[in-house]
């Protein structure tokens, strides 16, 4: 039986705190302003059709702001930080074809290429992007991991 | 009662709902929304077509830059869209000929008509002084006045924030659509940000508020 290590607890809770937060302010941003996300989600060019576009600025936001919430508020954490994990995972590979393909179209170097990716934090740097999604991606790998909330709810 | 540990299929389960969740919520939330956008609409339609003149990869790649040469960039950018314009009719206006419009005594008579295409935000923050508002993501809004106005002016400038912006272009296909001719319309690259970096009076707040900068 998994037992909490009492001395990983609160990196748990800081790190679900911290992803919920962050997860919360960029679905955010996305949902106050859809059309604005539509735009930048068409530049990634890898979805088929309007409908599928549109559906996926109207709702991925939301997604976003409701695993946040529950992150936050200590509801299906485990669910929720996986949930996050996906997307994070989703959305590394999408920014990295995109850097790719705009890398292999000229001179620059892959890291001096930088863009809003409709991430929800404006225009970055390429790279600077891919280590903030790893160390994001670290973070749902360990709530993911943690096994002491019971039922998946930790309100602490 | 000592908490209980979830099983990975629990978790994945788990996950699955709250998505679904999520966009069960975006879904009710697009609906009521003003901002919604209409899920079947092809908002950048006249973008898209094939042959039409897309802005070429290495276009966008100049953009991407962190230190690109700006003329070149906007060379790219603008060789494209006057190619995709072209295709439909409609000349690209440079910053010259956008400002000789704006002083031409027909701007004030309404024979001369500025259309800002960007959203609310923008608009309020500053517009060219007497532009009208035409939203291509929220056309309803405006359109009825615009076209009134379209009626009248024997030109129309229609521009966003320049640049990469397509918005004034996907305005100036949503007045052709409705039957604004062609020969009307100018797309004004540079924009707003060109426009006032060039000391060009703006107007913030609402059409005709009043409220000038410089």
Request: charged share 20%; net charge neutral.
């Amino acid at each position: 039986m998994n037992r909490p290590v009492p001395s990983r607890g609160w990196v748990r809770r800081a790190s679900r705190f911290v992803l919920g937060a962050l997860f919360v302010y960029f679905g955010l941003a996305k949902a106050l302003d859809p059309a604005g996300f539509l735009k930048l989600l068409r530049q990634f060019d890898l979805l088929p059709g309007p409908f599928a576009l549109n559906l996926t600025a109207a709702v991925l936001p939301w997604c976003e702001m409701l695993c946040g919430a529950a992150l936050v508020f200590g509801l299906r954490v485990q669910a929720a930080a996986l949930a996050v994990l996906v997307m994070l995972a989703s959305f590394t590979i999408a920014v990295t074809v995109r850097a790719w393909s705009i890398y292999q179209t000229g001179p620059l170097s892959f890291c001096a290429i930088h863009f809003d990716c409709g991430c929800g934090s404006g225009e970055v740097v390429i790279c600077v992007k891919l280590l903030q999604n790893t160390a994001l991606a670290a973070l749902a790998g360990l709530v993911v991991a943690g096994s002491t909330e019971s039922r998946g709810d930790d309100p602490t | 009662m000592s908490p209980r540990a979830f099983t990975f299929r629990e978790i994945l389960r788990d996950s699955v709902v709250l998505l679904l969740a999520g966009i069960a919520v975006g879904l009710v939330a697009n609906g009521i929304s003003p901002r919604g956008l209409s899920l079947r609409r092809d908002y950048f339609a006249g973008l898209n077509r094939p042959g039409a003149g897309h802005a070429t990869s290495e276009s966008r790649a100049a953009s991407f830059a962190r230190a690109p040469a700006v003329a070149s960039e906007s060379t790219g950018i603008n060789a494209a869209r006057r190619v995709r314009l072209a295709a439909r009719g409609i000349d690209l206006a440079d910053h010259a000929r956008a400002v000789e419009l704006f002083r031409d005594g027909d701007y004030v008579a309404g024979r001369i008509v500025f259309i800002d295409a960007r959203d609310d935000v923008h608009f309020k923050a500053g517009h060219i002084r007497g532009a009208w508002q035409l939203d291509h993501y929220r056309l309803e809004q405006h359109l009825t006045e615009i076209l009134g106005a379209c009626a009248i002016a024997e030109r129309i400038v229609v521009y966003c924030n320049g640049g990469e912006c397509e918005d004034s272009e996907l305005a100036a296909n949503d007045l052709l659509q409705f039957g604004v001719p062609a020969t009307k319309l100018l797309v004004y690259a540079g924009g707003i940000t060109e426009w006032t970096s060039q000391g060009m009076p703006i107007e913030t707040g609402s059409r005709a508020s009043g409220q000038s900068l410089p």
